[in-house]
């Protein structure tokens, strides 16, 4: 049921007329609910933050394999035909060689193998995490931006190096926008640009990046710790011969097609803005691997292009020197003219090194061995450890032995 109210009701001639204690405490009302709004912190004072850098954090994605590919002359003569399968394991004359592919956090090294091999790499096979974050060197230069989110004015650009402390005078319960950028390295640093805000990224060493807000409502100093993080892609290109008992005496190689790209990274919205530059790095600059006595190299470039799927690289000479003393040249020998693809990396690379390996052993063929002795009973007596073949590395003895191989 809809009750209806009557409009008599509402127009009654009946006044109400308040009394001037009524007034007077409906006043005091009003007087105490203005007295009790907050109002407004308005910036003032001074304060000043602490700066020190925490860690190089790495980004939250999962670890990866890859597929590298690299035809057989069979697959490439049949390619016209029918695609046949691409072996994983290939000879190169008395050699075999395996291309792999795997991608990884930059700031967690690969956990490499102390063994070394004469057969192909196992399909379960995969690198070890090793941590999630690195302390950065002492000495690394990177600049911090403090930037008035009020005025939209950029107040403080320094130059520091990590390991050294900085206080930074601010202004008391005032916002401020925190950036701070690095290329990893204790000597290159290039100038700001002021008004865009924005720096350019290199396609030899990392860039690293924090953002954050800041506002301190206390006069005393408080501690800022800047974590970077990476927002280049690595793309790394190893040759690994540990398995052929030899030594890198030559090694020559460039990357087929445009992978290695450039860009102008915007500070504020920690993003790249408009469009990328392929950069033409030429040949290859591969550098030994500390503590693998010249047998594997390495070389190392960092991409702006973070959504890098695959790359390939045309190998044009690989020469080795064997304990023999014997110089082996093993490029002309690689089927498709040279050229390995490294392939099957996730969309989103930023922070990964994409890691493409060429690695070559020998397998030695089986041999027995027919141990002859001349004794006063026996001519062969491998089985008497009183005998020179059963216990020669013991015992001294003029008898004469041979060993022969089949």
């Known amino acids: 049921m809809i009750r209806t109210v009557n409009s008599h009701f509402l127009t009654s001639k009946f006044h109400f007329f308040p009394s001037p204690l009524l007034l007077l405490l409906i006043s005091f009302s009003f007087f105490q609910h203005s007295c009790n709004k907050e109002e407004p912190i308005k910036p003032g004072g001074k304060a000043s933050i602490h700066v020190q850098i925490g860690k190089i954090q790495d980004l939250p994605h999962a670890q990866q394999k890859g597929r590298a590919s ?100 601010i202004v008391k319960n005032q916002p401020y ?29 990392p860039l690293l990046f924090a953002k954050g807000n800041i506002i301190l409502s206390t006069n005393s100093s408080k501690d800022l710790t800047i974590n970077f993080q990476h927002q280049l892609t690595q793309v790394q290109v190893e040759v690994d011969v540990r398995g052929t008992f030899g030594k890198i005496s030559s090694l020559q190689a460039e990357f087929h097609g445009e992978y290695i790209k450039k860009g102008t990274f915007n500070l504020r919205s920690a993003s790249f ?87 070559m052993w020998k397998v030695f063929p089986r041999k027995k061995i027919l141990h002859i002795e001349g004794g006063n009973n026996y001519s062969n007596s491998g089985y008497n450890s009183r005998k020179a073949a059963g216990a020669f590395v013991t015992q001294k003895t003029s008898v004469k032995t041979a060993l022969f191989f089949e």
């Open 273 to 359: 803005t408009g469009q990328l530059e392929a950069i033409d790095v030429g040949r290859l600059n591969f550098k030994e691997v500390a503590t693998n006595g010249g047998n594997k190299e390495q070389a190392s470039y960092f991409s702006a292009d973070r959504n890098l799927k695959s790359f390939t690289v045309k190998f044009s000479e690989l020469g080795l020197s064997l304990l023999n003393g014997e110089q082996v040249s093993l490029a002309k020998s690689f089927p498709n003219a040279g050229l390995a693809s490294f392939e099957n990396f996730s969309s989103n690379n930023q922070g990964k090194v994409l890691q493409g390996t060429l690695d």
């Open 177 to 205: 926008e925190c950036n701070a950028y690095s290329y990893n390295s204790s000597e290159y640093l290039p100038q700001l640009d002021s008004t865009s805000l924005t720096i350019e990224t290199a396609v030899d060493m």
């Open 70 to 169: 690299l035809p057989s002359r069979q697959s490439l003569q049949e390619s016209a035909k029918k695609q046949s399968p691409k072996q994983d394991v290939l000879p190169i004359g008395e050699f075999s060689m395996q291309l792999h592919s795997q991608q990884q956090n930059i700031s967690t090294a690969f956990q490499p193998t102390q063994t070394l091999k004469s057969t192909a790499h196992p399909s379960s096979f995969s690198s070890k995490f090793k941590a999630a974050q690195t302390a950065m060197a002492a000495g690394i230069k990177y600049r911090i931006l403090l930037y008035n989110s009020f005025t939209k004015r950029l107040e403080h650009a320094i130059e520091v190096k990590s390991g050294e402390g900085l206080h930074i005078a």
